[in-house]
């Protein structure tokens, strides 16, 4: 992986309905992302915040997509100062925030990309699209938005779509698909471990398996790591935790065969609510995820 880190805060509340997770990326920052990153040998650059445009919430415009324009716009400014980054030939590391920002990351990403590869670690698919959505909440919706399948004014940030290919994607924890989510998956193909795969193969296989398939297609890897993909006794900071996730050493053991395989050159985390949160436990352990990620050792 790149030696060097360029930090970048997208604090984000306006894709779902709790507040606070637009205060993921202090949590991050003071469960010591910097420093952790640094004595790996890494050179580590805080670009700071985005800004989000918290007044647009008042401009409520449709209840089957919640603070559209305002997520847009804030994507469309997520993605640019990606580009500026990835232009640098640094390592975009985007702290959340909620998953609605995957679409300015993963527009900011992509471009240089034949055929970006995307892990979608998460206990939720994020494929639904207005018509399938159960909420409006936009974060349930950036992976599809990311596919080409959406609201125009999502779909077009950066200019250009789709960001992904279907199968170039690999979604690994998932516990909580919706209906429509779950024909998507089938229509498109989509490769998924779900919870139960996970228990039945081992998080070895699942990880081995995964780096293999985007080996042999892709051109470079993006990680989009929901906090809520971990069981929600590891992450209790997250607004929509579902029961029965990933544990804290599976998670570990991913980030630790992500970092060997050298395959990433992108990396989001996302959906870290300090409020909901009991002693930053979940900033922490994302921090310590990355610590992982970025190859720190036990011995
Ligand atoms: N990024 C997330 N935590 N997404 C949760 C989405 C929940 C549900 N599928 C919805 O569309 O509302
Ligand atoms: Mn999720
Ligand atoms: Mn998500």
Known sequence: ??????????????????????MGPSAIRYAGVVERLESLGYTVEDCGDISIGKRERFEETSKVLK????????????????????????????????????????????????????IWYDAHGDLNTAETSPSGNIHGMPLAVSLGYGDPQLTSTGGYQPKVKPENVVIIGARA?????????????????????IDRLGMTRVMTE?????????????????????????????????????????????MELLAESDLL??????????????????????????GSLFGEKLL
């Open 177 to 197: 698909l919706d209906m429509g989510e779950r024909e998507f998956i089938k229509e498109k193909g989509i490769r998924v471990y779900t919870m139960h795969e």
């Open 265 to 290: 050159t992108s990396a989001e985390f996302v959906e870290v609510n300090p409020i909901l949160d009991i002693q930053n436990k979940t900033g922490k352990l994302a921090v310590d995820l990355m």
């Open 67 to 118: 603070n559209l324009k305002a997520i847009a716009k804030a994507c469309g400014e997520l993605c640019k100062t990606i580009e500026t980054e990835v232009k640098r030939e640094r390592f975009p590391l985007v702290l959340g925030g909620d998953h609605s920002i995957a679409i300015g990351t993963l527009a900011g990403v992509s471009r240089p990309y034949k055929n970006l590869g995307v």
């Open 1 to 22: 992986m790149r030696k060097q880190i360029s930090i970048i805060g997208a604090p984000m509340d306006l894709g779902q309905s709790r507040r606070g997770v637009d």
């Open 210 to 254: 995964t780096i293999e398939y985007l080996q042999e297609r892709t051109d470079g890897v993006h990680l989009s790591l929901d906090l809520d993909g971990l069981d929600p006794n590891e992450a209790p900071g997250v607004g929509t935790p579902v029961n029965g996730g990933i544990t804290f050493r599976e998670s570990h053991l991913a």
